[in-house]
């Protein structure tokens, strides 16, 4: 989604749109339209810089991603630059 790379099912983290919030469904077990990216911050940043989330999910407005990008962070060691 951010980088449109594509890549195996199982190497993405599945996302969702709840109350206006980004939030993160690894499980995928989550009602609704989900979307996909790699669960790295710059995949993350150029989503959001790309409006791609309001788009996946089909919502006017923006999206609150801190939920999601406190969860892609906590992955990637607290590194936000990895």
């Not at 993160?24 to 077990?29: E, T, V």
């Not at 810089?49 to 906590?74: H, Y």
Request: overall charge positive; aromatic content about 4%; glycine content about 10%.
């Amino acid at each position: 989604m951010g980088c449109r790379k594509r890549a195996a099912k199982h190497q993405l983290l599945r996302v969702t749109a709840v109350e206006g919030v980004c939030v993160p469904d690894p499980r995928g077990a989550l009602p609704g339209r989900g979307a996909h990216l790699h669960p790295a911050p710059a995949c993350l940043d150029l989503a959001v810089r790309r409006r791609a989330f309001p788009r996946a999910f089909r919502l006017q407005g923006t999206l609150d991603t801190e939920r999601l990008r406190g969860f892609i962070e906590e992955r990637a060691g607290g590194n936000p630059e990895s």
